[in-house]
């Protein structure tokens, strides 16, 4: 595996394996340092009916500021913020394809690395500390981009909202905690050609031409599972993406119209401030 694609992959476990969920004002380290191990298993695209498993150790880093925060998943700020309403930084990405290496795109260019930024939009719905479960509207709005580390394109706009479940210690003193997220997912002409469009100079009689256009993109239900012990940090998910209706559905490229994607992880923090800070 070369080092473009050993950097996508840590990103891109760093993305998928959420924190943990908290409740409430808790006291927690400023910030946290550490390193962790995953093991992901992911289709090669949305639609694609081939998939890979990669086995890669990860960077483990929080910090809990009173404006900027760090975690696994982001880097964010306080753009605005009430008791209901975050606006936040969303992020998200997917590793790059060999086209040799799968079937549907034989002969096709390879699909580089891509990367998506945008705000977000957090609603809290219902909450209870006590019972320590929260119900959340997300919208998020993220620019997409490709790169092959040399150089970045903007590939299109992406449009996810999704209702948000969460509850702490689902098997009573377990500290077992579950998240579940469903919602649908809506794109732009530019986000599904990069995906599925098939120009006339790759076409074959088993690959006819095909041009994506923008719109429903499919619906994306995923759950997971996290829970901490002492100085380690376990998470597990899996996520389905349901392809039936999307307007992108009739491409040569699409090969199943439900993709999975799992994998789970193991964080080692062993290093952490003295100093704590009410988190939520």
Same mark, same amino acid.
């Given at each position: 595996?070369?080092?473009?694609?050993?950097?996508?992959?840590?990103?891109?476990?760093?993305?998928?394996?959420?924190?943990?969920?908290?409740?409430?004002?808790?006291?927690?380290?400023?910030?946290?340092?550490?390193?962790?191990?995953?093991?992901?298993?992911?289709?090669?695209?949305?639609?694609?009916?081939?998939?890979?498993?990669?086995?890669?150790?990860?960077?483990?880093?929080?910090?809990?500021?009173?404006?900027?925060?760090?975690?696994?998943?982001?880097?964010?700020?306080?753009?605005?913020?009430?008791?209901?309403?975050?606006?936040?930084?969303?992020?998200?990405?997917?590793?790059?394809?060999?086209?040799?290496?799968?079937?549907?795109?034989?002969?096709?260019?390879?699909?580089?690395?891509?990367? /998506?930024?945008?705000? =977000? +939009?957090?609603?809290? *719905?219902?909450?209870?500390?006590?019972?320590? @479960? &929260?119900?959340?509207? !997300?919208?998020?709005?993220?620019?997409?981009?490709?790169?092959?580390?040399?150089?970045?394109?903007?590939?299109?706009?992406?449009?996810?909202?999704?209702?948000?479940?969460?509850?702490?210690?689902?098997?009573?003193?377990?500290?077992?905690?579950?998240?579940?997220?469903?919602?649908?997912?809506?794109?732009?002409?530019?986000?599904?050609?990069?995906?599925?469009?098939? /120009?006339?100079?790759? =076409? +074959?009689?088993?690959? *006819?031409?095909?041009?994506?256009?923008?719109? @429903? &993109?499919?619906?994306? !239900?995923?759950?997971?599972?996290?829970?901490?012990?002492?100085?380690?940090?376990?998470?597990?998910?899996?996520?389905?993406?349901?392809?039936?209706?999307?307007?992108?559905?009739?491409?040569?490229?699409?090969?199943?119209?439900?993709?999975?994607?799992?994998?789970?992880?193991?964080?080692?923090?062993?290093?952490?401030?003295?100093?704590?800070?009410?988190?939520?």
């Amino acid at each position: 595996m070369n080092l473009r694609r050993t950097i996508t992959i840590i990103m891109a476990m760093i993305l998928f394996f959420p924190p943990g969920i908290s409740f409430g004002q808790e006291e927690k380290p400023l910030w946290e340092l550490g390193m962790g191990v995953g093991l992901l298993y992911m289709p090669d695209y949305r639609g694609s009916d081939e998939s890979s498993f990669y086995v890669l150790p990860y960077p483990y880093f929080v910090y809990r500021g009173d404006i900027i925060k760090v975690d696994r998943q982001k880097i964010s700020g306080k753009v605005f913020k009430t008791d209901r309403i975050l606006l936040d930084v969303s992020i998200y990405g997917s590793v790059p394809v060999k086209s040799s290496k799968n079937s549907a795109r034989t002969f096709m260019e390879d699909l580089d690395a891509t990367f /998506e930024v945008g705000p =977000a +939009l957090d609603i809290t *719905l219902l909450e209870s500390r006590q019972k320590q @479960y &929260s119900l959340k509207l !997300l919208l998020p709005v993220r620019a997409v981009f490709s790169t092959d580390f040399e150089s970045v394109a903007h590939e299109g706009w992406v449009i996810s909202p999704r209702l948000n479940f969460e509850k702490g210690d689902i098997i009573p003193h377990t500290g077992l905690r579950l998240g579940v997220s469903l919602g649908p997912m809506f794109a732009d002409g530019g986000y599904h050609d990069y995906y599925y469009m098939v /120009e006339p100079v790759y =076409a +074959l009689p088993w690959r *006819l031409a095909y041009d994506a256009g923008g719109g @429903y &993109s499919g619906t994306i !239900l995923t759950v997971g599972l996290s829970k901490s012990y002492k100085q380690f940090k376990f998470n597990a998910f899996v996520s389905a993406d349901f392809l039936d209706g999307a307007v992108f559905e009739n491409s040569p490229l699409v090969k199943t119209q439900t993709s999975i994607m799992s994998g789970v992880s193991v964080s080692w923090v062993f290093l952490k401030s003295q100093d704590t800070i009410n988190a939520d």
